[in-house]
Nanobody
Framework: QVQLVESGGGLVQAGASLRLSCAAS????????MGWFRQAPGKEREFVAA????????ETADNMKGRFTISRDNAKNTLYLQMNSLRPEDTAVYYC???????????????????WGQGTQVTVSS
């Protein structure tokens, strides 16, 4: 399994943008379909976005469409999440996750990913 390390979180004001990164090491990112999830205090971990190993197909949670964009650069072994027009309700720990591309999965289902990063905190003030 690759090791996944998220970065790019921080404290921002509402309306600001952030770009999260998820760097993979110890393996090749192109071997994996990837997802972003988030977890706010006291809430379940929820799906944010996912991308296939080639980058040809993406899915984004309905309440984040138009604001959040997932992308990847396999040459850099890095996954990204561009977040625009941030809101206080976007405050959460954001996690990247992977699953070997050989498996057909429901990208929205966190239980179908078998490898996770440690998370990066995003806090949006009003």
């Amino acid at each position: 399994q690759v090791q996944l390390v998220e970065s790019g979180g921080g404290l921002v004001q509402a309306g600001a943008s952030l770009r999260l990164s998820c760097a993979a090491s110890g393996g090749t990112l192109s071997s994996y379909n990837m997802g972003w999830f988030r977890q706010a205090p006291g809430k379940e971990r929820e799906f944010v976005a996912a991308i296939t190993w080639t980058g040809s197909h993406t899915e984004t949670a309905d309440n984040m469409k138009g604001r959040f964009t997932i992308s990847r650069d396999n040459a850099k072994n890095t996954l990204y999440l561009q977040m625009n027009s941030l809101r206080p309700e976007d405050t959460a720990v954001y996690y990247c996750a992977s699953r070997d591309r050989l498996y057909r999965i429901n990208y929205h289902d966190k239980s179908q990913y078998d490898n996770w990063g440690q998370g990066t905190q995003v806090t949006v003030s009003s």
